[in-house]
């Protein structure tokens, strides 16, 4: 086991503490306080709109022997004010990298049912990782974000399997490893039927749809072509 360090967990998702990314990485983040490991949060969308939030981001960062990116998939990619953070902190090491050995991981969560979704936004994280001068020691995926919206991710009931898998890598990190083939298959691997997540997923338009008055979610109104 190494010593406890210090670590920068940096949400990419705009919806910042309510989101199901926050959730995720908070779990991963608990693990570590639990055996003696300090972090801090910061939010990549209120970190590139505000120049005091932006400098403690960077300070934590330059300080930090891990950094946890939690992010949703964005049309296969990462969110806008997440690549302009890496964009920053990527321009920013050119010049100047801290003493330290640092070590960057990703936990990537999508809405489609398929973890491996996020296979491209991951290799954009570790490009980063690679070239701004982190060690990459992996990266997550988690599909069917969905399910864990507005729900604790806890030791019991429906999410105990996420749970379980972000205990295990927690422990990972803080015996200064890289991410096993283990606790990465075990974040992926579905919660649900994927046709019980495709249901809940069709029922919750609809009612979502209803609520805004909208009837015809199959319309095309822009389709014809003689337009
Ligand atoms: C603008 C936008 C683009 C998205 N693109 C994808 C996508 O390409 N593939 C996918 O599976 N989910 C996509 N999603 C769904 C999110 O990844 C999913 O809802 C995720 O659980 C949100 O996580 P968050 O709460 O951390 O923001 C998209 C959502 C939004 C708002």
């Known amino acids: 086991m ?22 995720l990485g908070e779990v991963l983040v608990a693990g570590l306080k639990k055996r003696g490991w300090t972090a801090t949060t910061h939010v990549a969308r209120t970190a590139i709109a505000n120049t005091s939030s932006w400098s403690e981001l960077e300070r934590a960062a330059a300080a930090a022997e891990l950094v946890i990116v939690a992010t949703p998939l964005y049309v296969d990619s990462l969110p806008a004010p997440l690549i302009e953070t890496f964009e920053r902190l990527h321009a920013l090491r050119r010049t100047a990298t801290p003493p330290q050995a640092q070590r960057l991981i990703a936990v990537v969560n999508s809405g489609f049912p398929e973890a491996s979704q996020n296979d491209t936004a991951l290799a954009i994280c570790r490009c980063f990782a690679r070239r701004a001068g982190f060690h990459w020691d992996g990266g997550l995926a988690l599909g069917m974000g969905g399910a864990l919206s507005g729900h604790a991710i806890t030791e019991h009931g429906r999410t105990h399997a996420v749970a379980a898998a972000l205990h295990r890598a927690a422990d990972e990190l803080a015996a200064g490893g890289p991410l096993s083939a283990g606790a990465i298959q075990a974040l992926a691997r579905p919660m649900m039927p994927v046709w019980l997540y495709r249901l809940i997923a069709e029922v919750s338009f609809r009612i979502a749809a209803w609520r805004y008055g909208t009837r015809h979610l199959g319309a095309r109104p822009y389709a014809r072509e003689d337009d």
Do not use: K, N
């Open 2 to 23: 190494s010593a406890p360090g210090q670590a920068v967990l940096l949400i990419g998702s705009p919806r910042g503490g309510r989101s199901t990314s926050a959730q």
